[in-house]
């Protein structure tokens, strides 16, 4: 690889890697298993960097070779247990808030999401946290939109009968999108 090539890549990664660090951490469950995964991902795009034509989709190319590269982990039974919070809450500075009862539903939700199956999850992590639309979801997990439609459904009906996150009401959905799957 070229000098031009190595600083655009350079270029690539440091204004990029927020916004991959933050699928990674939503993909892993913790923040060390994203770095390591976010890393892992990175190389293997470096690699490959000279040979990817269309540098509008390297984004895409990126969070992919982070979901191949998560699913290969869990194939392996590499599945390390998460902690709850790695760094310090957003309630602890917000006086007032309950940082206890907001501990517990990171703990809940985040529960609930791991029990998921792994397609499930990728597909939620990928369309909510990332805020990604279904034909990117699609395109990144390699499924048809019909695929994550249906997935993303049966993955919130599974967290809606979450029992860990039934008695909670700041995990109940508002009225009118009750039912809604997209």
Do not use: C
Request: glycine share 4%; no cysteine.
């Amino acid at each position: 690889m070229d000098d031009a090539a190595r600083a655009e890549f350079r270029d690539y990664v440091n204004g990029a890697s927020p916004a991959l660090l933050r699928t990674a951490f939503l993909l892993a469950g913790n923040r060390a298993d994203a770095e390591d995964l976010l890393q892992t991902a990175l190389a293997k795009t470096y690699l490959s960097w000279t040979r990817i034509r269309d540098r509008e989709a390297i984004d895409g190319y990126v969070r992919r070779v982070m979901v191949n590269t998560r699913t290969s982990w869990w194939r392996r039974a590499r599945h390390l247990e998460t902690t709850a919070l790695d760094e310090q809450p957003v309630a602890l500075r917000h006086p007032g808030r309950d940082v206890f009862a907001d501990a517990d539903l990171h703990d809940a939700l985040w529960s609930a999401l791991h029990r998921l199956p792994r397609r499930q999850r990728a597909a939620v992590v990928l369309r909510y946290y990332e805020d990604m639309s279904e034909a990117q979801t699609a395109e990144v997990l390699g499924v048809s939109i019909g695929t994550v439609k249906s997935t993303v459904s049966r993955a919130l009906a599974k967290l809606r009968d979450d029992a860990g996150l039934r008695d909670d009401e700041r995990t109940a959905l508002p009225a009118d999108l009750q039912g809604a799957t997209s």
